[in-house]
């Protein structure tokens, strides 16, 4: 085995932008030269990695991957740096074998998914860093949403016809009801929600809130006693903007989102949604 350290992996990483395990391999082959080791990754075409690193990803594609009894369901991102790539099938390619690979290992978070293998010997980190030398461009996986136990759905979104979907939105719902999770998600799609209930809203934001409403009013001249009043009615217009739950619906505004639930009978559980770039 060759005779190398953590270090001079982290070393040949920050030096090429190659992944763990194709490092690993350089050392190896280099017998733990990194200069070596640079070189063999650049014969291997990852040296163009690195000098993509500073370019910006900012267009890509968001995919889905519902199982067939809808009980789990997958929404992955992956970005590049132009639409050119990203309507390629071979960058689609990418973005849906994550996305399955997603649904089998269930990864805690991103740095997990990172780290997992997804064929025998080659971590997702490495399978990104391939994609990113053989499309020629920079290639970002740093967001994705898993959710299971209910009945999942997926809306997607084209904001152009040329190119694939752009918005993503994956809904999770207590039970069965196919057209109201349709709508929801479209609804959400629309109006991008940040948080489900107004419950959800860190106690932070809401207090920063109050104190924008209640300089504000003051700024406008606003009478003193009605400061209270007036800075509690901005602070629920705050949360009818940003909770889904609180929205009007965008099917018929004179109902909130809650209602539409409430009269299908279901619940909504959770709800994710990805732009791409933003």
């Known amino acids: 085995m060759a005779n190398y350290t953590a270090a001079d992996v982290k ?38 990695v690195a000098k993509r690193e500073s370019r ?11 199982s067939e009894d809808k009980t789990s369901g997958v929404l992955l991102e992956l970005k590049c740096e132009t639409d050119f790539v990203a309507k390629g099938e ?15 290992t269930s990864p805690a978070d991103l740095e997990a998914l990172l ?11 490495a399978y990104v860093d391939e994609a990113n030398a053989t499309l020629g461009e920079k290639i970002v996986l740093d967001r994705f949403a898993q959710f299971s136990g209910g009945f999942v759905a997926a809306y997607m979104h084209r ?9 993503g939105v994956l809904v999770e719902l207590d039970k069965e009801s196919a057209e109201t999770a349709k709508d929801v998600a479209q609804h959400i ?15 932070d934001v809401v207090e920063n809130e109050r104190r924008v409403a ?56 959770r709800f994710a949604r990805i732009r791409v770039g933003a």
């Open 56 to 66: 910006s990803a900012e267009n890509g594609a968001v995919v889905s991957l519902i």
């Open 11 to 48: 070393k040949l990483r920050e030096l090429t932008g190659a992944g763990m395990m194709d490092c690993k391999k350089a050392l190896d082959e280099a017998e733990g030269s990194v200069d070596k080791a640079v070189e063999i990754l650049r014969v291997k075409g990852q040296k163009g």
């Open 214 to 269: 209640e300089a504000t009013s003051r700024e406008e001249g606003k009478p003193e006693a009605a400061l209270p009043k007036i800075v509690e009615g901005r602070v629920n217009g705050f949360f009818k903007e940003n909770t889904l739950l609180a929205q009007p619906f965008a099917k018929d505004n004179k109902k909130s989102v809650e209602k539409v639930l409430n009269e299908a009978g279901v619940t909504l559980k």
């Open 90 to 104: 071979k960058f689609l390619a990418v973005a849906n074998a994550l996305a399955a690979h997603v649904a089998a």
């Open 189 to 203: 799609a629309a109006f991008a929600p940040k948080y489900l209930t107004r419950e959800d809203v860190p106690a």
């Open 159 to 167: 904001t152009m016809p040329d190119l694939p979907p752009q918005v």
């Open 115 to 125: 780290a997992s293998e997804i064929e025998a010997g080659k971590t997702v980190q």
